[in-house]
T-cell receptor, first 114, second 114 residues
Framework: GNSVTQMEGPVTLSEEAFLTINCTYT??????LFWYVQYPGEGLQLLLK?????DKGSNKGFEATYRKETTSFHLEKGSVQVSDSAVYFC?????????????FGTGTRLTIIP | GAGVSQSPSNKVTEKGKDVELRCDPI?????LYWYRQSLGQGLEFLIY????????KSGLPSDRFSAERTGGSVSTLTIQRTQQEDSAVYLC????????????FGPGTRLLVL
């Protein structure tokens, strides 16, 4: 079956620090990979995605590259801001008769201190 | 346009009572998903609807859980004889037709079973 393993949190960084949140996956078929973010008091939002090997998803300064050889999709940002404080979820989907249900990692809580 | 909406935003109920949770997907979206976010289990898939096809109920945790989608739009998730372990945030997501489309999440319903 499908599974996602992501870096345990919580993670606390100073503003302008470099961020990496590790994510690895196991999947049957050819998954699409996602990072979702949940800001305090808000719903889940798609941050970025990649649908095939070597694709790079990017948004709001965040990047992640789909690495098939290492089955990874690590999230990176060069300089974090206080406003990036949130819970980040790595996820994958594979199409099963059109059902592209998402399989999520456990989430990583990120806190950025000024 | 309007996003996915869910009601109620919060629900407190007594053990053994039935509850109904509602989801209004984005207009025109043919696919609708229910997920559950709980402390013990993380984010997990419950059920998937696509157009007029039979739903994929493979994620429902017990026969106390059921869901329907009327007219291909609004969906209701019903939990009968609620138990304390049903306490969680229930999330609804919708997606347009076609592969690898983004799922858009609603704000969730926070359910507390006393």
């Amino acid at each position: 079956g499908n599974s996602v393993t992501q870096m345990e949190g919580p993670v606390t960084l100073s503003e302008e620090a470099f961020l990496t949140i590790n994510c690895t996956y196991t999947a049957t078929g050819y998954p699409s990979l996602f990072w979702y973010v949940q800001y305090p008091g808000e719903g889940l939002q798609l941050l970025l995605k990649a649908t095939k090997a070597d694709d790079k998803g990017s948004n709001k300064g965040f990047e992640a590259t789909y690495r098939k050889e290492t089955t990874s999709f690590h999230l990176e940002k060069g300089s974090v801001q206080v406003s990036d404080s949130a819970v980040y979820f790595c996820a994958l989907s594979t199409s099963n008769f059109g059902n592209e249900k998402l399989t999520f990692g456990t989430g990583t809580r990120l806190t950025i201190i000024p | 346009g309007a996003g996915v909406s869910q009601s109620p935003s919060n629900k407190v109920t007594e053990k053994g009572k039935d509850v109904e949770l509602r989801c209004d997907p984005i207009s025109g979206h043919t696919a609708l998903y229910w997920y559950r976010q709980s402390l013990g289990q993380g984010l997990e898939f419950l059920i998937y609807f696509q157009g007029n096809s039979a739903p994929d109920k493979s994620g429902l945790p017990s026969d106390r859980f059921s869901a329907e989608r009327t007219g291909g739009s609004v969906s209701t998730l019903t939990i009968q004889r609620t138990q304390q372990e049903d306490s969680a945030v229930y999330l609804c997501a919708s997606r347009g037709y076609g592969g690898q489309e983004t799922q858009y999440f609603g704000p969730g319903t926070r359910l507390l079973v006393l």
